[in-house]
């Protein structure tokens, strides 16, 4: 689920250990005024005491003990700065420790995705990785930000190099929308200002591109999808609301709906909020509708338009991201989170598992290991209402829950079902 | 009506969000209102989650008997016109029943032992989720906790042992004894607070805006004069014109000089500050590099 806005745009940065990643939303942070001087002055004592010559703007970002400790970074931190423009939030992944199930969690929410090259070493691997898991989690916009240009000299031949490589990699991803920013997160180079050492280069700073990049909100644009999540009543004003927050689309009064799984058919009455009724209610806003009639409905129901159904399928398929020590295997079973509803399914077949290193699936995997991405086939023991990921993440989204340590164990995005046999 | 939302409709959709699947998916949650800005955020979208119906969760207070006086007045009044239930949990009893010992010196502070006040009081109610106001932006182990926060049967909390938390799908399953803390205002920043409350008119405790009051100086900060602290030698109380940015204990929360009297006039002064919160007005937090995330591992807020 991603809340892109005029007003606030969610990122996710990725990069290996010593791609300057940390140093990079560090350079961010100073250059638009978001440190304080309490921050800076902390950051400067810590410089001087692990014996830096200039001030590690990484620190600025390293929050726990043994990640300072160790100049590493464990687990996924945000940042929030905002400019005259916008409001940002920023997913800062680690690269290397447990680094899927770290990017994937960062950027399951995120808009867009800056990736860090380093121009010494071109686009490696696991550049490619990084790239491959924001297009599979949906990130529509990509950044790939290649960093360190101070030590080639600013060289625009060994930028354009690293662009064409890039180029024809992307080629085989969905990624809509790719821009190549030059810089120099150590000295600023096009992160805040432009850049006086690359006058080759004639496009934004990074900065500027995350400030006027346009996030287009495709769920108003989607069809209408409403997850229940609680049930209001107030029994003195014979109120009776369902209460949720909109997963896609638009829906208003008098809208005709259908609510799935039941399949029961009414009416929108009205749409309720805090602040007083709304002529209509668009993703990703949390309101309370209220229906005509007085048609069973419960949390983890779903409400739509009867033009414009989900599909719904007890059997589906699905690209998990595996979070777990212990591997995922045919037969295994877990509790699942889709939207607002909790089931249990039973996995029928690992159909294959993604090389990470050459990014082709292998269809003679049978498992997936801790970071392993591959294609699971699921049975649910109650029909989810969903939408292929590709059209609506948060409809096409579930979490895979070990029973015995409650620990979340999987990542899913749902491709696709085999369709519910109509009911006798 | 605008087809897009402001940031502020963004984070106030998502933080009902959070506030509905908690009640939904665990059995015995509560609210922890201290009466300071964030939670008093958060009671007004509990109203926005909940409203027509009852909130499905009982607000609780640890009072450590070193509150601001004007604060309990204002945590009684905006309960009463709530009319939801208020539990409080007090440090002064903790002490009373020799759960905890109270620190000596002048530098005392009873910030430490709420923890056990709070950790006992969850226990002994059978609470399963706590709302708290904190935010990510406050704090560099804040900043990387989860909206759903984990916490063993010893309140502990494990920050290198998160659950992943991937898109707004949060997992609240967990064993007996065991509970979360639930942050609705993770993605929230200091100044988005202050103007949420001037864009919904909520109110405030009159110490966050300017006022005369009898301070001193230590260790760089104001701090109001009072029974709860003993000055050192040389410390000289003054009158002078300030205002709070945190609302914690006497002891522990500095003063800023300030002659902004209203709402504007805060949120003006926080959006050209150039100090934290915590790093101007929070002598807990000096103690050491990590001292908040020590605190959060024993089970802090």
Redesign the interface.
């Known amino acids: ?1 991603s ?1 892109a ?4 745009l969610r990122l996710a940065t990725a990069g290996s250990v010593d791609d300057g990643k940390s140093t990079l939303i560090g350079r961010l942070l100073l250059d638009s005024k978001q440190v ?4 800076l002055q ?1 950051v400067e004592e ?1 410089s001087r005491r692990r014996g830096a010559g200039m001030v590690d703007l990484s620190l600025l ?6 990640e ?1 400790e160790q100049g590493i970074t ?7 700065f ?1 400019t005259a423009r916008r ?1 940002f ?1 920023i997913a800062d992944t680690p690269g290397h420790v447990q680094y899927t ?1 770290n990017m ?2 960062g950027a ?2 995120a808009d867009l995705a800056v990736i860090l090259v380093d121009a010494r070493k071109g686009v490696l691997e696991q550049s490619k990785r990084h790239a491959y898991i924001a297009t599979l989690l949906g990130i529509p916009h990509l950044v790939v930000a290649v960093n360190k240009m101070d030590l080639v000299g600013y060289d625009e031949e060994t930028f354009d190099a690293i662009v064409r490589d890039f180029c024809d990699f992307a080629r085989g991803l969905s990624a809509r929308d790719i821009v190549y920013v030059p810089i120099s997160a150590k000295h600023g180079d096009n992160v805040v200002e432009r850049s006086q050492h690359m006058p080759w280069y004639g496009g934004a700073s990074l900065l500027e591109h995350l400030e006027t990049v346009e996030v287009a ?1 495709d769920r ?1 644009a989607g069809d209408a999808r409403f997850p229940v ?2 049930v ?3 029994h003195d ?1 014979d ?1 009776r609301g369902y ?3 909109l997963a896609g689309g638009v829906l208003r009064p008098g809208d005709d709906v259908l609510v799935l799984p039941s399949g029961a058919r009414t009416r929108i009455e009205r749409i309720e ?3 007083g009724p709304l ?2 209610a ?1 993703a ?3 309101v309370t509708v209220l229906l005509e009639d007085d048609v069973d409905v419960s ?1 983890g129901d779903l409400i739509c338009h009867p033009g414009a159904p989900p599909q719904l399928a007890r059997e589906i398929e699905a690209t998990v991201c595996w ?1 777990a020590d212990a591997p995922l295997r045919a037969g295994a079973r877990y ?1 699942i ?4 509803h909790a089931a249990r399914a039973i996995v029928d077949e690992v159909v294959d598992r993604v090389d990470v290193h050459t990014l082709t699936p292998d269809p003679q995997a049978d498992r997936l290991g801790l970071n392993d991405i591959g294609r699971v086939r699921l049975r649910t023991s109650r029909p989810l209402a969903f939408d292929p990921y590709a059209r609506n ?2 409809t096409g ?3 895979l ?1 070990d029973e015995s340590s ?3 164990v999987g ?1 899913g995005m749902i491709a696709g079902g085999a369709p519910e046999a109509p009911a006798p | ?1 605008s ?12 933080a ?2 959070v506030m ?2 908690v ?2 998916e665990l059995s015995r949650p509560v609210l922890l209102f201290s009466g300071g800005k964030d939670s008093i955020v958060l009671l007004r979208l509990a ?7 009852c909130f499905p969760f009982a607000l609780m207070h640890v009072d450590t008997g070193h509150n601001f006086p004007e604060v309990i007045a204002f945590r009684d009044r905006r309960v009463a016109e709530l009319g939801e239930r208020l539990i409080v949990a007090s440090v002064q009893e903790s002490i009373d029943r020799g759960r905890v010992a109270e620190e000596r010196g002048p530098r005392a502070s009873r910030n430490r032992l709420q923890t056990t006040t709070l950790l006992d009081a969850i226990a002994e109610h059978g609470f399963d989720a706590a709302f708290g106001g904190a935010r ?2 406050e704090e ?5 906790e989860r909206i759903f926060s984990f916490r063993d049967d010893f309140g502990g909390w494990d ?2 042992n ?8 949060y ?1 609240g ?3 007996r004894g065991e509970h979360v803390r639930v942050f609705p205002l ?2 929230w ?1 200091e ?1 988005d607070v202050w103007e949420y409350i001037a864009v919904e008119r909520l109110e405030v405790p009159s110490i966050y805006f300017a006022h005369e009051r009898e301070v001193f100086a230590r260790d760089g900060m104001l701090y109001a004069h009072s029974e709860f602290v003993q000055l050192i030698d040389g410390e000289q109380p003054f009158l002078a014109s300030v205002r709070y940015r945190t609302v914690g204990d006497m002891s522990c929360t500095g003063a800023v000089r300030s002659s902004a009297a209203d709402l504007d006039s805060v949120v003006a002064e926080i959006a050209a ?4 919160e915590r ?2 007005t929070r002598a807990d937090d000096r103690v050491s ?2 001292a908040m ?1 020590d605190r959060k591992i024993a089970g802090y807020f």
């Not at chain 1, 304080?36 to 921050?39: G, P, Y």
């Not at chain 2, 087809?3 to 998502?14: D, G, I, N, P, V």
Request: charged share 30%; glycine share 4%.
């Open positions: 689920m809340l806005s005029a007003g606030l304080l001087a309490d921050q902390h810590a970002v390293d929050g726990l003990r043994a300072r464990i687990d996924v931190a945000y940042r929030y905002a409001t939030i199930r994937v969690t399951s929410t909100d108003m999540q609680w209001i009543r107030d004003a109120f209460a949720g927050q909020t805090f602040d002529e209509e668009f990703p806003l949390s949390r979070m509790a989170k889709h939207a607002t993440r948060a989204s579930l979490i829950i409650n620990d979340t990542a | 009506m087809a897009r939302l402001t940031h502020l409709q963004a984070l106030e959709s998502e009902i969000h509905r699947e009640a939904a109203e926005k989650a909940f409203r027509p119906g990510r932006d560099r182990a804040r900043a990387k920050p290198k998160q659950r992943p938390e991937l898109w707004n799908l997992n399953r967990i064993r993770s993605n920043t100044l500050t150039r100090v934290t790093g101007e590099e990590a995330e």
